[in-house]
């Protein structure tokens, strides 16, 4: 859909509008899922600001961001960092919009970006120092493959970051809340993440009227540096 029939589609019923944002939060795609990643950007800019944060600073740490959307976090990160970036999104699209944003980083290598799914990553075992996810969460079908997966592509030590909104953003109404996708209080994800073997798991609030969390963990071993986050 162009953004031209987005205005008479829209109009139409609330139940397409719900359908339209549960499909384009889920997967971006086309001139519309360009507009969300933007609206993305507004709206997230404090789990970004956290992601950055936590990561750790060394000079060359490889860090992977899964479900990167329009690219601006790892744009972010890019600009501060003398870091080997790397991305992996569900969308074709978004690799598209995300390699535009960031052309420079991607032609000099120090970004990667790959279409893929974070159930089945083609990274080898131990090879970041940190995984961070903003705001993908609720979308994984099988959540225990999902961070299987990203425990397994950290190092030893490595570290694990996941920006998300609580369940109870999603209960203050149906209208947030979409078919097929699980929302977690910060118990539950908590709990998740320890179940896959991620260690010194804590829950920092990011904006707690707005119940924005930001979860912080590492894999077992010597954590890779100590003084990035603000605890
Ligand atoms: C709500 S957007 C968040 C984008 C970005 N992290 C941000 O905060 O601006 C969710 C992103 O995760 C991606 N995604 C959803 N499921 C995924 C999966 N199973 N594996 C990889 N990426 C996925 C979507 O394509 C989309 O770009």
């Known amino acids: 859909m162009n953004v031209k ?3 008479a589609f829209v109009l139409t019923t609330p139940k ?4 339209l944002m549960k499909t384009q939060f889920a997967k971006p795609e086309g001139k519309v899922g360009e507009f969300f990643t933007l609206a993305m950007n507004v709206f997230n800019f404090k789990l970004y600001n956290a992601v950055y944060n936590f990561v750790p600073k060394d000079e060359g740490v490889k860090i992977l961001d899964v479900g990167f959307g329009n690219g601006d976090t790892l744009k972010r990160l890019d600009e501060k960092l003398d870091a080997k970036l790397y991305g992996i999104d569900i969308s074709e699209d978004m690799k598209v919009l995300a390699t535009k944003a960031n ?5 000099k290598e120090r970004m990667f970006l790959t279409v893929g799914d974070v159930e089945d990553m083609p990274y080898e ?13 609720y979308f994984y079908k099988d959540a225990d493959k999902a961070f299987s997966e990203m425990h397994r592509v950290l190092k030893d030590g490595g ?9 109870e953003y999603y209960e203050r109404s149906e209208k947030y809340q979409f078919e097929g996708e699980t929302y977690y209080s910060t118990r539950e994800l908590k ?3 320890q179940a896959h073997g991620f260690e010194n798991v804590k829950i920092k609030v990011v904006d707690e009227k707005k119940f924005m969390y ?7 071993g010597n954590e890779i540096d100590n003084d990035s986050s603000d605890e």
């Open 5 to 7: 029939n987005l205005k």
């Open 214 to 220: 930001c979860l912080v963990g590492k894999k077992r």
């Open 103 to 107: 052309a420079e980083a991607v032609a």
């Open 125 to 137: 075992d131990s090879f970041f120092d940190c995984v961070y996810t903003v705001n993908t969460v």
């Open 16 to 19: 397409n509008v719900k359908n």
């Open 159 to 167: 570290r694990f970051i996941c920006g998300f909104y609580s369940k």
């Open 191 to 193: 709990e998740l993440v």
